[in-house]
């Protein structure tokens, strides 16, 4: 019988030729990622009480994002127990280079065809590599850790086809911003399997966008179906993939909860208001709204297609008068490849301030945080109340191409028409 990809990820996960949707199974896990905010300090003291050791430690990744660089004491302290943590029981991939789910990517630890856990909400992300990565809270990492095992409800698979293509200035994340609006954030326990011509075209930064933001849909993960640009990303990334590829898609005729298809051509740039992604609507129905901050970051916004995406938009202009543009890159690497291929020359040189690599002001610490009364335009995933600093303050989401604009024009715009002046 038929089954989707996911499915077909989850049986072998299990040792079973097939899975149903909704089915209880347990899966062993291929892959378990963690970080230093939700991580060893909340795992370490449980593991002592239990006396138990993790069960594979080259199964294990560990990332310091959240609390780097340490700004005060206590965050220094939780810095210092992972970094303990992961040596004391020979995890030998500690990273603290970027955001974990950049990081994971970059490294080549997720491969198509894995099932893996990440002690994080946007974990999704690894589905661009054609892997089944779900998020999953501290305690069900605990018991991961101890046995090598997860329960899981099989999810049904929705599959979201973009035909087409996006224009110039639009890009997947106005693509996830629209999805969000229109099929909303109470997807539980589905799969979204994003394709289409549209997709095919996209990198593999723009894939996770789509990946990463099913978890902003309710959805238990997001998937794509690797290709020629996964296994050269693979391949950069210093692990190139030895399976069969060709395993590791939906067969055809497989059951889908539905079908959706979309047209990328008419997709115009998308603009979520406080707060929720879900009150997305194009950018054309904002009148003005003035912006105090546009910040760049998150492993939603600041991998180097972001960064080049904002430096389109910025190069030869600057920053508004009474409008900060803060940018964090997603990893040090990608930060290296920007100042080689000259993008953050342009970004600085338009005003821009250059924060360090991290999850910053997306999870509300560190340097980028908001006031009360302000707004700021972000390419964050989230704009809840009090997610990037005082609950008084508006967060209106958007894409790399928005928020530089938005910085240049201090106030929310049409990316489409500065770039038109540039062409």
Known sequence: MASTLAEKIIAQACGRERVEPGEIVTASIDLLMMHDSGGPRRVASRLETLGAKVWDPTRVVVVSDHFVPAVDIESAEILALTRRWAQAHGVRHYDSVGICHVVLQQHGHVQPGMFCVGGDSHSPSGGAFGAFMMGVGSTDITASLVTGEIWLKVPQTVRVNWSGELAA?????????????????????????????????????????????????????????????????????????????????????????????????????????????????????????????????????????????????????????????????????????????????????????????????????????????????????????????????????????????????????????LLLETA
């Open 169 to 417: 200035g639009v890009s997947a994340k106005d693509i996830m911003l629209y999805l969000c609006a229109t099929l909303g954030m109470g997807n539980e326990n589905q799969v979204f399997e994003f394709d289409g011509a549209a997709v095919r075209k996209m990198s593999m930064n723009e894939r996770m966008v789509l990946c990463n933001m099913s978890a902003e849909l309710g959805a238990e993960t997001g998937i794509v179906t690797a290709d020629a640009a996964t296994l050269q990303a693979l391949e950069i990334a210093g692990r190139p993939f030895e399976g069969d590829i060709g395993r590791w898609q939906s067969d055809p005729g497989a059951t889908c909860l539905a079908v959706h298809q979309f047209d990328a051509n008419t997709l115009e740039p998308q603009i979520a208001a406080p707060h929720s992604p879900a009150n997305s609507r194009p950018v054309s129905d904002y009148g003005h709204v003035g912006i105090d901050q546009a910040y760049i970051g998150a492993c939603t916004g600041a991998k180097l297609s972001d960064l080049q995406m904002a430096a389109e938009v910025l190069k030869g202009r600057k920053v508004a008068r009474g409008t900060r543009l803060l940018i964090a890159p997603a990893s040090t690497g990608m930060t290296a490849q920007a100042a080689a291929d000259g993008t953050l020359q342009i970004l600085t040189e338009a005003g821009a301030i250059l924060l360090p690599t991290g999850c910053g002001a997306c999870a509300g610490m560190g340097a980028g945080m908001v006031a009360a009364g302000e707004v700021c335009l972000s390419t964050t995933a989230r704009n809840f109340k009090g997610r990037m600093g005082s609950p008084e303050s508006l967060v209106y989401l958007g894409s790399p191409y928005s928020v530089a604009a938005g910085a240049v024009k201090g106030e929310i715009c049409d990316p489409r028409e």
